[in-house]
């Protein structure tokens, strides 16, 4: 990439984050364009359309969860990996509106650039709920897709009860009840 073109993608890339933390991730991509001072072509030169944007930004978070991840396959009790991650997952899921409902569709799009972060974060699961499952801790008729999809659910219902703070905890702790064997 040229130096021109690798500032306007850190540009747009920090206002993306900006405007999402601002108005969440259906924050105006003609607005993330103007604050970054380049047109929407440019935008769009580099983030062919929104999940791409979105991808791109979240990238560091996936990359931090899937570095737990792998913290995690080694903890000493499989259990608790998992919900420690799951935890974490509900966290990064609630930090920005609207990001948990755009995960939760990413599971019937696996084409979408908003997949490429959703891949590696089952993988990641996957391993650590095999792990629980292999103790004996969880269930083995749990798949990490539908505990992904809980987890996103979770986030979105805190999303929409912002008075209630202690809720996404309550809900979890409510769902891996049904996880153990």
């Given at each position: 990439m040229r130096a021109d073109a690798r500032r306007n993608y850190e540009r747009l890339l920090t206002e993306a984050r900006a405007a999402f933390a601002e108005h969440g991730t259906d924050a105006s991509l003609e607005d993330v364009a103007r604050r970054a001072g380049v047109?929407?072509?440019?935008?769009?030169?580099?983030?062919?359309?929104?999940?791409?944007?979105?991808?791109?930004?979240?990238?560091?978070?996936?990359?931090?969860?899937?570095?737990?991840s792998r913290e995690l396959l080694d903890a000493?009790?499989?259990?608790?990996?998992?919900?420690?991650?799951?935890?974490?997952?509900?966290?990064?899921a609630g930090e920005y509106r609207g990001l948990a409902r755009a995960l939760m569709s990413v599971s019937t799009d696996s084409g979408s650039a908003l997949a490429r972060c959703s891949t590696p974060i089952h993988e990641a699961g996957g391993a650590l709920l095999t792990r629980a499952q292999q103790s004996g801790a969880v269930r083995p008729d749990i798949s990490i897709g539908d505990l992904l999809q809980l987890t996103h659910a979770i986030a979105l219902a805190a999303e929409e009860s912002p008075g209630?703070?202690?809720?996404a905890d309550r809900l979890l702790r409510l769902t891996l009840r049904g996880l153990k064997g």
């Open positions: 047109g929407i072509g440019t935008l769009y030169r580099h983030f062919p359309n929104r999940q791409a944007l979105m991808s791109a930004v979240f990238e560091d978070a996936v990359s931090e969860l899937l570095a737990r000493p009790e499989p259990c608790s990996a998992l919900v420690t991650w799951l935890r974490e997952m509900v966290t990064h209630d703070p202690d809720l």
